[in-house]
Nanobody, 120 residues
Framework: QVQVVESGGGLVQPGGSLRLSCAAS????????ATWHRQAPGNQRELVAG???????NYADSVKGRFIISRDNAKNMVYLQMNSLKPEDTAVYYC??????????????WGQGTQVTVSS
């Protein structure tokens, strides 16, 4: 069983920054791919950013140049640095991790989400 916990959300003014963290624990061998998603009220959950084990990244067009996804493989941690935040970035942010357990089978786990509110 792999557990995923996000943290770092909060209230920030437009133009501000936040750093989200995603901590994984449990019987983890490798985290192959990590993604951040977000869901605003009334909207579908959308992919924000992704990163592979080797460090290749991809971003939604709406956050390119403002958000940076990174990871620490040794600590099983994933981060999302969010800069130049806009009110439309307001959402619950979720971390999703795909990988392999120590026992062999793959896992795909979601965290419970962390609220990000951008408002003056």
């Amino acid at each position: 069983q792999v557990q995923v916990v996000e943290s770092g959300g909060g209230l920030v003014q437009p133009g501000g920054s936040l750093r989200l963290s995603c901590a994984a624990s449990g019987s983890i061998f490798t985290i192959e791919r990590a993604t951040w998603h977000r869901q605003a009220p009334g909207n579908q959950r959308e992919l924000v950013a992704g990163i592979t084990y080797g460090g290749s990244t991809n971003y939604a067009d709406s956050v390119k140049g403002r958000f940076i996804i990174s990871r620490d493989n040794a600590k099983n941690m994933v981060y999302l640095q969010m800069n130049s935040l806009k009110p439309e970035d307001t959402a619950v942010y979720y971390c999703n991790l795909d990988g392999y357990t120590m026992e062999g089978p793959m896992f795909a786990s979601w965290g419970q989400g962390t609220q990000v509110t951008v408002s003056s």
